[in-house]
């Protein structure tokens, strides 16, 4: 079993920023990817940005050069630096992580209990 838990979710004005921290721990026995999800009130779970063990990224295209996705290997970390924060960047923000576990080396998704950020205009 893996765990994800996440951090730095609260309040902010427009045009602030702020970070979000994920620290996966468990039966990890390698990491293929971590990313961020969020999901506003009544809308679907939306891909924010993802890294992949080999170092690249995407983003989707609403946080394009406000936000940055950053992973610390030797943590099991992931970050998400939000910058420059919309109204619209309101929601639910969810870590993610797809991991070789440990105890059956078998491919596994795991997801974390989600921080909201609620940005204020």
């Known amino acids: 079993q893996v765990h994800l838990v996440e951090s730095g979710g609260g309040l902010v004005q427009a045009g602030g920023s702020r970070r979000l921290s994920c620290a996966a721990s468990g039966s990890i026995f390698s990491i293929n990817s971590m990313g961020w999800y969020r999901q506003a009130p009544g809308k679907q779970r939306e891909l924010v940005a993802f890294?992949?063990?080999?170092?690249?990224?995407n983003y989707a295209d609403s946080v394009k050069g406000r936000f940055t996705i950053s992973r610390d290997n030797a943590k099991n970390a992931v970050y998400l630096q939000m910058n420059s924060l919309k109204s619209e960047d309101t929601a639910v923000y969810y870590c993610?992580?797809?991991?070789?576990?440990?105890?059956?080396?078998?491919?596994?998704?795991?997801w974390g209990q989600g921080t909201q950020v609620t940005v204020s205009s």
């Open positions: 890294t992949t063990s080999g170092g690249s990224t």
């Open positions: 993610t992580t797809e991991v070789v576990d440990g105890s059956n080396y078998k491919l596994q998704t795991y």
